[in-house]
Nanobody
Framework: QVQLVESGGGLVQAGGSLRLSCAAS????????MGWFRQAPGKGREFVAA???????YYADSVKGRFTISRDNAEMTVYLQMNGLKPEDTATYYC???????????????????WGQGTQVTVSS
């Protein structure tokens, strides 16, 4: 059993920053990749960023250079620091745990088996 709780979303102006947090429990946290995905109204779930069990990081081209993913294994928490926010970043952001330990793939939502309820990020123009 895994439970994920996201926090940190909100309403910001373009160019602003937010820091999302995701607290996990129920699984050996350090062995699994963690990911952030987002979904805007009328669109599918989109990969944003992931961090592997070995703390390698991966980003969608649309957020590279602006977002930073990190993890604190002792606290079983993953973070997404979002700088230089744009209106097109508006979406519900979901934290997820990969379904396999020591995985080598990070980009596809079906590979993740536990999801948080999401936190809303709205960026005004």
């Amino acid at each position: 059993q895994v439970q994920l709780v996201e926090s940190g979303g909100g309403l910001v102006q373009a160019g602003g920053s937010l820091r999302l947090s995701c607290a996990a429990s129920g699984r050996t946290f350090s062995r699994y990749a963690m990911g952030w995905f987002r979904q805007a109204p009328g669109k599918g779930r989109e990969f944003v960023a992931a961090i592997s069990w070995s703390s390698n990081t991966y980003y969608a081209d649309s957020v590279k250079g602006r977002f930073t993913i990190s993890r604190d294994n002792a606290e079983m928490t993953v973070y997404l620091q979002m700088n230089g926010l744009k209106p097109e970043d508006t979406a519900t952001y979901y934290c997820a745990v990969h379904g396999q330990p020591y995985s080598v793939g990070y980009y596809y939502a079906p590979e993740y088996d536990s999801w948080g309820q999401g936190t809303q990020v709205t960026v005004s123009s």
